[in-house]
């Protein structure tokens, strides 16, 4: 077994808000085996001197689709499987380069893609998947334009995002679906959004009883529903239906959020997404319906922010960047650090994103007996968090599985 020792690394101190003093951290196999200023290693181990350089888990992004090779939602939704896979494929090595080695998928990516990982045969972060959204007709994930009466036909396949489910019968039926072929969580197109053509940002998606019996199928396989909502009556309900992820969440109120910080809830803000779709969504083809929405949601997010930081609600990291858009994925720590503190943006990074990927203790901490996934950065996020969104110019390692899968600079 290959055995590997960090030294003279620092280390996050998430309570003091600082960095440790020069520690060593010991790899061994795909797993940390012993941490410490003092700790030994065996006669024979590799040794790299991180020369005070500072090693944090690796970055967990809990709101992304790695389908989403387009801003042209259609043209992902009816690409060949194995193309959709392949393009798949490249956004997730993309994902890694930035330091990204855990990300949750919001729907779209299959067990194909995680077993591909797994199997060391991508290049990328581990895949914890919800298989597709699911969307009422006229829904979230519904492309269809007005006009557009013909069935829909996109159904199971790889680019799409969402799958149209309507009724309780058939809403059982695709949670247990997805569950059974790898799904860790089930996800709900609970509100309008910007990117579907039909519906307003303030329309209230599936009936109480459809949302409540993906609530039970998700408990009773010992998981929980997310849903993509943005209005706070949206929001609440949800929270009312026992909805425990709540994605986006731009027009949340105070009340709103302390209810669902009081009932466990945590909420993922994507500000960037909309950042994004300002600044070129109209020149990459998103339509006018589409971009009439976006300052509805866009305006509200600074705001929303501080509202669920004083509610007390958790917070975990994500960007939910489409496309082309994904080159302005570093930009969500920039917008972050507006209402956040570096620590409850790091915290947001790692621990609170490991928890709703249900892999607490063992990703996003460096603790002994987690696995061996991590990044060695130039420079103190706890002085400037936006460093984490420049990994051009900061990031030096990437280790994933206890191996170094990113080696950027010579590191002394």
């Known amino acids: 077994m290959t055995i590997t020792a960090y030294t003279n690394a620092r280390l996050l101190d998430l309570e003091d808000g600082t960095l440790t003093a020069p520690s060593t951290v010991v790899v061994e196999g795909d797993l940390i085996s012993d941490i410490g200023a003092g700790c030994g290693h065996p006669e024979g181990s590799k040794v790299i001197d991180l020369a005070g350089k500072t090693l944090m888990p690796g970055l967990i992004d809990c709101h992304f689709h790695v389908v989403a090779h387009s801003l042209d939602l259609w043209s992902n939704a009816i690409a060949p499987d194995s193309l959709a896979a392949l393009r798949a494929v490249r956004v997730m090595n993309g994902l890694l380069d930035a330091g990204f080695t855990t990300v949750r998928d919001l729907g779209g990516a299959d067990l194909g893609l995680v077993q591909g990982v797994e199997d060391g045969l991508i290049d990328g972060p581990d895949l914890v998947i919800c298989g597709k959204g699911l969307s009422m007709t006229g829904g979230h994930t519904d492309l269809r334009n007005r006009t557009d009466i013909r069935p829909d036909s996109l ?5 799409n995002m969402g799958v149209l489910v309507d009724g309780v019968d058939d809403v059982r039926r695709a949670c247990r679906k997805m569950l059974k072929e790898g ?19 303030d329309s209230l998606q599936y009936s109480d009883a ?6 039970e199928e998700a408990t009773n ?3 929980y529903v997310s849903a993509h909502t943005y209005h706070d009556l949206a929001i609440s309900r949800c929270v009312d239906l026992g909805v425990t992820s709540l994605e986006h969440c731009n027009l949340i109120s105070s009340d709103t959020a302390k209810k669902a910080a009081d009932l466990g809830c945590t909420a993922v803000p994507t500000l960037v997404a909309y950042e994004g779709l300002k600044l070129e969504g109209a020149a990459l083809g998103l339509g006018q319906s589409e971009q009439a ?13 501080r509202i669920m930081k004083d509610a007390g609600l958790p917070m975990a990291f994500g960007t939910d960047l489409l496309g082309q858009l994904r080159i302005y994925g570093g930009m969500e720590f920039d917008l972050l650090a507006k209402v956040l503190t570096p620590t409850e943006i790091l915290r947001s990074v790692t621990e609170i994103g490991a928890e709703l990927c249900k892999r607490k203790g063992e990703v996003g901490v460096i603790a002994k007996g987690a696995k061996a996934d991590f990044i060695v950065v130039d420079g103190d996020p706890f002085e400037d968090i936006t460093l984490l969104g420049r990994p051009k110019d900061h990031l030096q390692l990437v280790v994933k599985n206890g191996v170094v899968a990113r080696d950027y600079k010579e590191v002394a």
């Open 293 to 305: 929405k976006i300052d509805v949601v866009r305006d509200k997010g600074l705001e929303s922010l």
């Open 155 to 159: 159904g199971w396949r790889l680019g």
């Open 221 to 223: 396989a010992n998981t």
């Open 183 to 201: 799904a860790k969580f089930i996800k709900v197109m609970a509100n309008g959004g910007v990117s579907s053509p039909n519906d307003p940002i």
């Open 210 to 215: 459809e949302i409540l019996a993906m609530v």
